[in-house]
C-alpha cells in the first residue's frame, strides 16, 4: 500500500520561504504523476503543483505560478514544494498526493485523479 508522509509544513511571516516534503512509501504503478494539493478553512481542496513521475513535467496552479517550485528525487523517493514569496493567502493544510492523468485532461490536476492522500502539513503564514 502506497503511503505519503509531509514534512516541513510551520509559520512563516509573509515574504518567506519553506519547503515541504513528502517520502513516497512502497510503490505502486497505478499512478503517474505526484502533486501537491492544499486546503484552507472553509474551501474546497485545490491542486497547487504537479510533476510528471516519468517524465520530470511540471504544471502549477495559476495563484503559485513563479512562487513555488515542485520537484522530486527519484532516488530517494522524494517530492519536494519549495514555496517562496509567501503570502498569507497561501495558509492552508498542504496534502502531498499521487494521481493519474495526462496533461490534456479537462481536469488535470483535479481531486477525481488521485488515487493516495497524504495526511497533510499545516502552512501559515502571517502577514
Known amino acids: 500500500q502506497v503511503q505519503l508522509v509531509e514534512s516541513g509544513g510551520g509559520s512563516v511571516q509573509a515574504g518567506g520561504s519553506l519547503r515541504l516534503s513528502c517520502a513516497v512509501k512502497?510503490?505502486?504503478?497505478?499512478?503517474?504523476?505526484m502533486a501537491w494539493f492544499r486546503q484552507a478553512p472553509g474551501q474546497e481542496r485545490e491542486g497547487v503543483a504537479q510533476?510528471?513521475?516519468?517524465?520530470?513535467?511540471?504544471y502549477y496552479g495559476d495563484s503559485v505560478k513563479g512562487r513555488f517550485t515542485i520537484s522530486r528525487d527519484n532516488a530517494k523517493n522524494t517530492v519536494y514544494l519549495q514555496m517562496d514569496s509567501l503570502k498569507p493567502e497561501d495558509t492552508a493544510m498542504y496534502y502531498c498526493?499521487?494521481?493519474?492523468?495526462?496533461?490534456?485532461?479537462?481536469?488535470?490536476?483535479?481531486?477525481?485523479?488521485?488515487?493516495?492522500w497524504g495526511h497533510g502539513t499545516q502552512v501559515t503564514v502571517s502577514s
Open positions: 498526493a499521487a494521481g493519474f492523468g495526462w496533461s490534456t485532461s479537462p481536469n488535470r490536476m483535479s481531486k477525481d485523479e488521485i488515487k493516495y
Open positions: 512502497a510503490y505502486s504503478n497505478n499512478y503517474n504523476y
Open positions: 510533476v510528471y513521475v516519468g517524465t520530470g513535467g511540471t
